[in-house]
Nanobody, 121 residues
Framework: QVQLVESGGGLVQAGGSLRLSCAASGIFLKDKTMGWCRQYPGKPRELVAA???????DYVDSVKGRFTISRDNAKNTVSLQMNNLKPEDTAEYYC???????????????WGRGTQVTVSS
């Protein structure tokens, strides 16, 4: 059974930083595309960042230059370093695994349960 467990969410002031981590079990991440998505209340989930098995990263425009996705295949983890956080980054953040990129969209086989990030102004 595949499990993705997120940690590191919380409350932070605008301009601050948080680091989200995702620990995977039941799946080896080293040859998988991994990602982070977020969801605003009442909205569909959206991609924040993705990283391929080869280490190529992709970001939504709104976080470019502020967020960095990384992976540690030895530890079977993926992380999201979030700097210069803004109130509009407030959302539930989900770790995603085993992504397929098709027609401009990532499709994910596995999802974590999410962790809340709240940025106060």
């Amino acid at each position: 059974q595949v499990q993705l467990v997120e940690s590191g969410g919380g409350l932070v002031q605008a301009g601050g930083s948080l680091r989200l981590s995702c620990a995977a079990s039941g799946i080896f991440l080293k040859d998988k595309t991994m990602g982070w998505c977020r969801q605003y209340p009442g909205k569909p989930r959206e991609l924040v960042a993705a990283i391929t098995a080869g280490g190529s990263a992709d970001y939504v425009d709104s976080v470019k230059g502020r967020f960095t996705i990384s992976r540690d295949n030895a530890k079977n983890t993926v992380s999201l370093q979030m700097n210069n956080l803004k109130p509009e980054d407030t959302a539930e953040y989900y770790c995603t695994a085993d992504g397929t990129f098709y027609d401009g969209t990532y499709y994910w086989a596995y999802w974590g349960r999410g962790t809340q990030v709240t940025v106060s102004s």
